[in-house]
């Protein structure tokens, strides 16, 4: 069964980088099909799609963010996040998010990790 697990610092001051870490286990974020998301919820807001690797490696991402946003991937199990100049806005769960699309749809969610922005 496919799980996927955040990770990251928790704290970051304003204009740092925030690298986080998805560890995906019970399959490959290279399987056919698959796509790999990142989606954050700031405090008393709704989710918010930052972007997407696909299982061949191609990124999108959403405009609004773009320009502070890269989405990687490292060997069979690991997504990586990292978004610069960190604002106070940018305080919020985020999450990771597995789509497959073989045989219907499933989705597979991991737990989220907070992330406050503050000095």
């Known amino acids: 069964q496919v799980r996927l697990q955040e990770s990251g610092p928790g704290l970051v001051k304003p204009s740092q980088t925030l690298s986080l870490t998805c560890t995906l286990s019970?399959?490959?974020?290279?399987?056919?099909?698959?796509?790999w998301t990142w989606i954050r919820q700031p405090p008393g807001k709704g989710l918010e799609w930052m972007g997407v690797?696909?299982?061949?490696?191609?990124t999108y991402y959403n405009p609004s963010l773009k320009s502070r946003t890269a989405i990687s991937r490292d060997g069979a199990n690991t997504i990586t996040l990292q978004m610069n100049s960190l604002k106070p806005d940018d305080t919020a769960v985020y999450y990771c998010?597995?789509?497959?699309?073989?045989?219907?749809?499933?989705?597979?969610w991991g737990q989220g990790t907070q992330v406050t922005v503050s000095s």
């Open positions: 998010k597995g789509v497959s699309i073989r045989g219907g749809v499933s989705e597979y």
């Open positions: 019970g399959g490959s974020i290279t399987t056919k099909y698959y796509y």
């Open positions: 690797i696909t299982y061949d490696g191609s």
